[in-house]
């Protein structure tokens, strides 16, 4: 009767938005047992990023050896890896098959536009870890600085999700949003998972409240991971709990910038 297990490897936020905080309430939100690695400490709000602080990598490391040592983790998740050297040693551990299901979030830009990720990490990205991946979950503007190139349309999104996967992960979902010059009235992602394209549909919610949105949509599939579903189940189910969230939030005034989401439903209580 125990609960899954799940593993995020991530920063923290200190203002609960996105990173680890996000993370363990997705978890928590969708009944799995969360445990965590913090990469970083950071001193951040909603308005944006003040400090980052790196934890060294070979406590990165201990972190996780002491949880997969002890705790039966279905699924893992990675957010924000800050340097390098923690993205080889992440890298390391999967390509030893201890990251099972592994869900890579290659957090590089918060949602108000801070660089979190140094440059020398982003060919580690490219090159050691993403081959090791179950789906890796770019938004608009990470997948335009991985791939060097501009996305402006949904065949753009389309092109660059293939693109992605052509990298070596399994499968890829660039999350859309509204893409440049393109109104919808939807939050369109895009899906390539190795044999053919999909596209992940939700209703665009005109809100400032975005921050962690991307850290939520991997958890929740990381979550849906480790309770056994396949990747098309657990990326709709995440997509769903996304879309569930931000609707929640969206009138809330939790700080002056970019607020959070309503992970736990507190909007319908």
Not at 64 to 88: N, S
Not at 186 to 205: M, S
Not at 215 to 234: E, I, K, N, P, V
């Amino acid at each position: 009767m125990n609960p899954p297990v799940a593993l995020t490897i991530a920063g923290s936020d200190s203002g609960g938005g996105a990173g680890i905080q996000a993370d363990l309430k997705t978890f928590a939100a969708l009944r799995v047992y969360g445990t965590s690695a913090i990469t970083a400490l950071t001193a951040q709000n909603t308005i944006g990023v003040r400090g980052v602080h790196a934890t060294p990598t070979d406590f990165v490391v201990a972190q996780i050896d002491a949880v997969l040592d002890d705790l039966p983790v279905g699924a893992v998740k990675t957010g924000m890896l800050a340097t390098a050297a923690t993205v080889e040693a992440v890298a390391a551990l999967a390509a030893a098959g201890r990251l099972p299901h592994l869900v890579v979030d290659p957090v590089m830009v918060s949602s108000s536009g801070d660089r979190l990720l140094e440059p020398s990490a982003e060919v580690a990205y490219r090159s050691l870890l993403f081959p090791h991946a179950t789906v890796v979950t770019p938004n608009l503007r990470e997948a335009e600085v991985l791939l060097g190139t501009p996305i402006r349309n949904r065949d753009d999104q389309h092109a660059a999700a293939r693109a992605l996967g052509d990298l070596g992960a399994a499968a890829a979902v660039v999350k859309g949003g509204h893409p440049a010059g393109e109104a919808t009235g939807e939050a369109v992602d895009v899906v390539w998972d190795g044999k053919e394209a999909y596209e992940l549909h939700g209703p665009w919610i005109d809100t400032p409240n975005n921050h962690g949105t991307g850290c939520s949509f991997a958890a929740a599939t990381a979550a849906h991971l480790a309770q056994g579903d396949d990747l098309r189940t657990a990326l709709e189910g995440a997509k769903a709990f996304v879309s569930r969230a931000v609707a929640g939030g969206a009138h809330w005034r939790l700080g002056t910038g970019h607020g959070p989401l309503d992970h736990f439903g507190w909007a319908d209580a």
